[in-house]
């Protein structure tokens, strides 16, 4: 069985990477690797982590100005990869526009596309933008539906999809997360130099955030809440500055030079995993950390107005509380004021690791399809 996986994002490299591991330990499986690049700094030693070693997509990427152009070259490139050779399946991992380019790809080249994390819905097609349209995107695209909960995989049944096209398997960020514990318990040694200077010793408030429909007035309501809560006794802000130029600007205008607040460079995954571990506290627009940070038990303020991931706030990790700057202070206070960090009980509502050995049964399973090895020839 011949797979194309194809990749794009830092989420999507962490994702999918225990997946492409898990395949390749299997005799029968060839996995072939792509990545957009539509994320390239944010990739910095995620391949060396977790032993992989993807192709470039033949696309110019990022040099596009708009979104749209964006997207319109990496379908082309992915249905001219999938036109040159024959694939049983193409796997895309979440919501990007890596994996809604290379789902319609595969859905017009008539090869069947497999659907990691799926059925994840906001009910707003503009919330978050462009994610929750290409979910739905997807969706239509996809032969095989993997939604990491119950409540996802109920969302693609009110949508219309069979029960046979619909597999449970909890998040492959879990399967990730404990591979990467594995590498450093193992000696993996991420870059020193993204830890120095960071106060571990004092109530760190770990804070990441990128999302479109938050830039501008809303980002500085959430940037000014951030400000006064680093104002509190032993607490520091730790903020991994995401590399989009709108948030930037934002953020270092509004934090820069604030006192307790530390504005750092994107981390490498095993360093972002370690500050989890010694987090009292997350605040974050991001999806994926909503996901990763029950495992450790932390608390999280997720500063949207909606979640497509409403599992963590159901298992009383996750609070929503908007971007309103007094919203978020009065929830994080409470969670500060302690001699010891709040930990909330219970497992993480996301996996336990088994999700990309389910996946790799359930794709190997091809014969279920009824169309046996599928032929990528061009639906014109």
């Given at each position: ?109 008539n090869v069947p596309v497999a659907h990691v994390e799926a059925g994840l819905r906001t009910g707003d097609l503009r919330s978050p933008w462009p994610e929750e349209f290409n979910r739905h995107a ?160 932390l608390p999280i303020l997720i500063t949207r107005e909606s979640t497509e991931r409403p599992e963590v706030v159901t298992a009383g990790f996750g609070q929503l509380v908007g971007t309103g700057e ?55």
């Amino acid at each position: 069985m011949r797979i194309l996986i194809a990749l794009g994002t830092r989420p999507e490299i962490i994702k999918l990477a225990p997946l492409a591991v898990t395949l390749a330990q299997r005799s029968d499986v060839a996995a072939d690797l792509y990545w957009s690049g539509q994320h390239i700094e944010l990739a910095d030693g995620l391949f060396e982590l977790f032993g992989i070693t993807p192709k470039r997509l033949e696309a110019e990427v990022m040099g596009q100005p708009t979104l749209a152009e964006k997207f319109g070259a990496m379908t082309r490139a992915f249905g001219e990869l999938l036109r040159s050779a024959k694939y049983d399946w193409v796997v895309v991992q979440g919501d990007t526009a890596t994996a809604a380019a290379a789902a319609i790809a595969g859905f017009l080249c008539n090869v069947p596309v497999a659907h990691v994390e799926a059925g994840l819905r906001t009910g707003d097609l503009r919330s978050p933008w462009p994610e929750e349209f290409n979910r739905h995107a997807i969706a239509l695209a996809a032969s095989h539906h993997f939604p990491p909960t119950d409540a996802s995989a109920a969302n693609l049944r009110a949508e219309g999809f069979a029960d046979s096209t619909i597999t449970i398997t909890g998040n492959t960020v879990i399967d990730a997360l404990l591979h990467v514990r594995r590498q450093v318990a193992a000696g993996y040694v991420p870059r020193s130099s993204q830890l120095a200077g960071l106060p571990l010793n004092r109530k760190i408030v770990l804070v990441t955030g990128h999302r479109r429909e938050n830039f501008g007035e809303p980002m500085r309501r959430v940037l000014r809440a951030l400000d006064t809560i680093a104002r509190q006794p032993d607490v520091s802000i730790v903020f991994p500055v995401h590399l989009n130029p709108d948030v930037q600007r934002e953020v270092y205008a509004l934090l820069g030079g604030r006192p307790n607040i530390h504005l750092i460079e994107p981390l490498q995954y095993p360093v972002l995993v370690h500050l989890m571990a010694k987090a009292w506290l997350v605040v974050t627009d991001s999806g994926g950390i909503q996901e990763e940070a029950p495992s450790f038990g932390l608390p999280i303020l997720i500063t949207r107005e909606s979640t497509e991931r409403p599992e963590v706030v159901t298992a009383g990790f996750g609070q929503l509380v908007g971007t309103g700057e007094a919203a978020i202070v009065k929830a994080a206070l409470p969670l500060l004021a302690g001699q010891s960090r709040v930990e909330i009980a219970g497992a993480n509502p996301f996996g336990n690791g088994s999700s990309c050995r389910i996946i790799a049964d359930r794709l190997m399973q091809g014969a279920w399809l009824g169309t046996g090895t599928a032929h990528a020839e061009a639906a014109e």
